[in-house]
Structure formats: structure tokens, C-alpha cells
């Protein structure tokens, strides 16, 4: 009942933007208009990529000066030797930074090397040819990394301990968090892995569930983090994912790979290579799906608060306002959810690789 | 997907992996195994406790149901020894008063006994005093009469005479 009304609210609220839009259009005050919405996206993208300063936010003066509110991060680079020196180099993207007579540029969030001038040269699809170095800087996404690595580290090694001390019982935050790991523990791990084998594979599911969680969660406060719509992050978690499932399967996974039982023997040729494929496609699927959910999450709740900055009108702008409010909410069980899905499918294909077919 | 791959970031991978596999491995020795061996013990324990208090809620049903059959052993038993007692006491009246009886009968039959004795006596020395009253009373007469001649033949006539009569 509840949940229905929500949707009929979310429609109802999205019939009244589109002919608020469509209002705003016919009136057409193009100019300031169409800046802002530039800005707005161009906001946007920013946003979802990473960036070599930490920066909370920008404004600009009334003389017309670009200021930032935040703190350069330590760039790192391998180019002929360890480079290490400040982001505050680059002026926010703004300039070239010399360094040991080479010179870098920040090009579209990415570090090239360039002349003293920063030249970009472009290929005809206009993408940079520039050399890029390898790059292993501590970025905002690396930083927010470690600072969610230290805040689990000291949550449940404090939790570890609170047992120790209470004789076999938690405290303080442990007692909430203590469901939830029982939670992973018989509700993803139990059911999908086996009474046999799920123990061998609790501290990977506890620890990216928790990650996941924590760092969705971190990506929707205002801070600007965002570390799971960076493919490098979810490709990393579902590499760990397939690798494990590859390694710890049995005589009895490869064989439902590679020689199906229980069918004809031209069916058992024609399976192997999609078995086979599958391997890889289902640790693919988690990478997208993590990747795809937030940054979908982050595009779309802030395309809606731009758009109280683009009606600039009570009744838009409202409207927007509760919107945002509304999927902001969505965002916080989308933070869980995908943790949740992210668990329960690596504990099902491990769950898979240990399988072991009595009845068949 | 072109651009996913432009999104890509190597840098991004390497610290993610690094930290995320250093992170697994820190867990798991100082939280996961803590966490997940106490809360084990915990459960182990209240599985324990749980059974161990089933087994004693059985101990003492048995110990109930022992206690009864003894109960219901007593009562029979001392039912049984209050009937014993009940006949051992009734059988004990009509003893005594068969006894009583035959006592009594005795008593009487002695008591009639001896007074048949003593009355028999008591004629018998009735019997001697009236014979020596009678001869003393016939020798006074005797006396009297033989005082006179007459008399004495009178009286040996009539003595005679009753003689022959006996």
C-alpha cells in the first residue's frame, strides 16, 4: 500500500516536472539557461570522475577569480623513474607542472606528458596521443580507499576486541553491527555456499560487503566521494570474485564446464565454450552492475538537483527539491542493495565451485 | 564500453587492490575470526545451555514421576498395614471376650462348686448337731422318763412299737 502510493507520488511528481520544463522552454530565457545547464553537467561529469586534489568545493569571486576549498593530493608517477610531488602543481588542471625537466598535464582527469607549453595533440577522433605515464597517484577515490580501509580496520577490530573485554559479547557499536554480520554470515553465506565450506570464504564476503556498503554510503554525502562508478574499483572486487571462484573449484565445477553430464555428447561440445564464457561473463556482470547502479544513482539525483538551480522558480524548484529528497532515500537502500547483490552473487558462485553433486 | 575502457584507471586498480586484498587479510586476523569464533563459542554455549536445561527439565519429570510411584507405594502399604491392624484389633476383641467368657464360666462353675461343697458341709454339721441336740434332748427325756418306772415301760412300749413300724 505503502510503496504504491510512493510511485503514484514519484509520477505524479514527474508529470508536474515535465510540464514545468516544458514551460520554462516556451518562455526561453535561452542564454542563462543554457549556461547554467552546461554548468550543471559539466558539474556532473566532474563529479563522477576522480580528481588529483581533494576538493570540496569551488566558487567564483567577484573579481571574477576560480577559488577551491580543499587540499592537493600526492601524484605519483613512473616515467622513467618515481616522480612524486603535489597536485597543487597543477593548479586544479590549470597549468603544466615541471618536473625533473619533464612536463605534465591534466587532461580530462588524466595525467600527459606534454611540451613546456602543455600541447594536447589529438587524433582525428579527437582523443589525446600524448604519452601518458604510468600513473599511481593517491587520488580523491585512492584517499577515500584508505580512509574506508582505516574506518573498518578500527570499527571491527574495536568490535573484536569489545568481545574479548565483555566476555563474549559486543558492545557499543558491535551491537549493530553484529546483525548485520550474522546476516552475511546465514542469510548470503550459509545458504549459497554450503554448511561445509562457507567458512573458508566469510572474511572476503564480510569484507566487501561491508566495503561496498560503507563506501556507497560515503558516495552520498556531500563530500563528493565516489568510489564504485570507477570501473577500476569494481573491475578489482569482481577480478578477486572470478579468482576465487576459479581457484577454489572443485573436479566437479570443471567438469560441469567443461564436459556437461547428463547430455548428448554433441550438446556436451557446444555447452563447454559457453560454460566456459559464462565463467567469465558472470564476474563481468557484477563488475557493470556495481558500476552501472551507482553512477546511474549519482547522474540521476544530480541532474535533479541541478534542476533546482535550473527553474529557479518556487514551484520547480520545490518540486525538484522533494524529488531529490525522494531518491536521495532510494540512494541510501540502493547503497545497501548493491552490497547485498554484490555478496549474495560471489557467495553463489563460490557456492557453484564447491558444489558437490551427490545425486547426479 | 570505449568508454569504460577510457574511464579506466590503472592507478585507481593498483591502490584498490593492494588495499582492498591488505584489508581482507587485516580483517580477517584481527576482526572476522575474533568476531565470528566468540560469536560461535556464544552460540555453542546457548546450545549447550539449552540442551543441558531440556535434559534436566526430563530429570526431573523422571524424578516426579518416581516420586509418585513411591507416594502411591506408601499409601498402599499403609492401607494394607491399616487393615492388618484393623483385623489384628478386632480379631484381639473377640479373643479377650471369648476368654472373658470363658473365665467367667469358670469363676462360676468354681463358685458353685464350692458352695455346693460348703452346703453339703453345712447340712452334714447341721446333720451331727441336730443328732447330738437330739440325743441330748432324748437323754434329758430319757432321764426324765426313767425317773419314773412307768413311764420307762410306757416309753420302751412306744419306742418299740415305732421300731417295728420303721
Known amino acids: ?360 | 564500453m570505449e568508454k569504460l575502457f577510457e574511464d579506466f584507471s590503472l592507478g585507481l586498480f593498483f591502490w584498490q587492490a593492494v588495499l582492498f586484498i591488505a584489508l581482507i587479510f587485516l580483517l580477517r586476523k584481527f576482526a572476522w575470526k575474533p568476531i565470528l569464533d566468540s560469536v560461535n563459542s556464544r552460540e555453542e554455549g546457548i546450545r549447550e545451555a539449552l540442551d543441558s536445561a531440556e535434559k534436566a527439565k526430563l530429570d526431573m519429570q523422571n524424578l516426579q514421576a518416581d516420586n509418585e510411584k513411591l507416594l502411591k507405594e506408601a499409601r498402599l502399604e499403609r492401607e494394607a498395614m491399616l487393615k492388618e491392624a484393623r483385623e489384628m484389633k478386632a480379631k484381639m476383641i473377640e479373643d479377650a471376650k471369648t476368654d472373658a467368657k470363658e473365665e467367667a464360666n469358670k469363676l462360676v462353675a468354681a463358685a458353685q462348686a464350692s458352695i455346693e461343697t460348703e452346703k453339703k458341709a453345712a447340712i452334714a454339721e447341721l446333720k451331727t448337731q441336730v443328732a447330738s441336740l437330739s440325743i441330748e434332748i432324748a437323754e434329758k427325756v430319757v432321764r426324765e422318763e426313767l425317773s419314773n418306772k412307768d413311764k420307762q415301760m410306757k416309753l420302751v412300749e412306744s419306742m418299740l412299737g415305732e421300731a417295728t413300724l420303721n
Open chain 1, 1 to 360: 500500500m505503502r510503496r504504491k502510493i510512493t510511485v503514484k507520488t514519484i509520477t505524479l511528481l514527474l508529470l508536474l516536472v515535465s510540464f514545468v520544463t516544458y514551460g520554462q522552454e516556451e518562455h526561453g530565457h535561452s542564454d542563462s539557461g543554457s549556461d547554467r545547464k552546461s554548468e550543471v553537467k559539466a558539474y556532473i561529469q566532474h563529479h563522477l570522475k576522480d580528481s588529483y586534489d581533494f576538493n570540496l568545493f569551488s566558487w567564483t569571486s567577484d573579481s571574477g577569480e576560480e577559488k577551491h576549498f580543499g587540499f592537493p593530493l600526492p601524484v605519483i608517477l613512473w616515467d622513467g623513474g618515481l616522480k612524486v610531488f603535489s597536485s597543487s602543481k597543477f593548479h586544479h588542471g590549470e597549468s603544466v607542472a615541471e618536473v625533473d625537466g619533464n612536463y605534465y598535464k591534466v587532461y580530462h582527469s588524466k595525467i600527459y606528458k606534454t611540451d613546456a607549453e602543455g600541447t594536447i595533440k589529438y587524433d582525428e577522433e579527437h582523443h589525446a596521443t600524448n604519452e601518458k605515464p604510468l600513473d599511481f597517484s593517491i587520488t580523491k577515490n585512492v584517499l577515500m580507499i584508505m580512509m574506508v580501509f582505516a574506518i573498518m580496520f578500527f570499527m571491527f577490530s574495536r568490535m573484536a576486541k569489545s568481545y574479548k573485554k565483555n566476555g563474549g559479547l559486543p558492545k557499543g557499536t558491535g551491537r549493530f553491527l553484529e546483525p548485520i554480520v550474522l546476516y552475511v554470515r546465514d542469510e548470503i553465506a550459509r545458504p549459497n555456499i554450503g554448511e561445509k565450506h562457507y567458512k573458508r570464504y566469510m572474511s572476503y564476503l564480510l569484507t566487501v560487503f561491508f566495503f561496498v556498503w560503507i563506501v556507497n554510503l560515503f558516495g552520498l554525502t556531500p563530500i563528493g566521494m565516489n568510489v564504485t562508478n570507477n570501473i577500476a574499483v569494481t573491475l578489482c572486487l569482481a577480478l578477486i570474485t572470478y579468482l576465487i571462484t576459479t581457484f577454489s573449484g572443485n573436479k566437479n565445477y570443471w567438469k560441469h564446464i567443461f564436459w556437461m553430464p547428463g547430455v548428448p555428447v554433441p550438446m556436451k561440445i557446444i555447452l563447454a565454450p559457453i560454460e566456459l564464457l559464462g565463467t567469465i561473463i558472470k564476474p563481468f556482470a557484477l563488475m557493470i552492475r556495481l558500476y552501472a547502479n551507482i553512477t546511474a544513482g549519482h547522474v540521476v539525483l544530480m541532474s535533479i538537483i541541478g534542476m533546482v538551480f535550473l527553474f529557479q522558480n518556487w514551484l520547480g524548484s520545490g518540486l525538484s527539491f522533494m524529488l531529490a529528497f525522494v531518491l536521495a532515500i532510494l540512494e541510501l537502500l540502493v547503497a545497501a542493495l548493491q552490497a547485498y547483490i554484490f555478496t549474495v552473487l560471489s557467495a553463489l558462485y563460490f557456492g557453484m565451485a564447491v558444489e558437490e553433486h551427490d545425486d547426479h
